[in-house]
């Protein structure tokens, strides 16, 4: 099983966004047979099991096991990752396109650039897999708090200035056969999840 899989065909995508399929793939992330998952979520097991080969026809759900019961053989189902990002890719004639209107303040076009990571990153993952190749990234997350908007507008204008500096110094534009990256640096207010309702979105901390 995979920790992460990135669905970027329009039918995958929508097979998973069905509410009784995307539960499926939840709850197998522990494989099980469709009786045993019809059980736990109280739905009839033929209506299982018609979901579950829709899973299966688009490679969410794998078989794990045959299990021989009786006359009966059981098919031990799992998800075959444990969770799973839609690409913009998947909507080709509306995904977000940074090159349009390129505005380092805007939050439209932060989001525009994050849709394109996952674009890139989705599309590099699957040719990886498929030559059996190691992927090479390298990835920065954490948090800070600015005393003032002063304080934050001071460390853009820094961390623009030195980022400005890594590139000119090792970037090379006329060397053969180069290995091409592309970098990407995002900052933007924390959310705080509200613990009361984890469905809903949480608050924005100034």
Excluded: C
């Amino acid at each position: 099983m995979l920790d992460i899989a990135v669905i970027a065909d329009p039918g995958v995508a929508e097979a998973s966004l069905d509410p009784i399929r995307s539960r499926l793939l939840a709850e197998l992330r522990s494989p099980a047979s469709a009786a045993a998952v019809a059980a736990r979520i109280g739905l009839p097991r033929q209506k299982v099991n018609y979901h579950l080969k829709a899973l299966e026809r688009h490679g969410l759900v794998e078989l794990v096991q045959e299990r021989r019961k009786g006359n009966v053989t059981e098919r031990i189902m799992g998800s075959t990752a444990r969770s799973y990002v839609i690409s913009p890719a998947a909507l080709p004639g509306v995904a977000p396109d940074p090159s349009l209107a390129p505005n380092r303040l805007s939050a439209r076009w932060l989001l525009a650039v994050a849709a394109r990571l996952v674009t890139d990153v989705g599309t590099l993952i699957t040719g990886a897999e498929r030559a059996n190749k190691r992927l090479a990234t390298f990835a920065l997350d954490g948090e800070l708090t600015f005393a003032t908007a002063a304080d934050r507008a001071a460390f853009v204008a820094e961390l623009s200035a030195d980022v400005a500096r890594l590139v000119e110094k090792y970037h090379s534009a006329t060397a053969g056969g180069g290995r091409h990256h592309r970098l990407v640096v995002a900052l933007h207010p924390s959310i705080k999840e509200s613990v009361s309702s984890p469905g809903t979105p949480g608050r924005i901390e100034e």
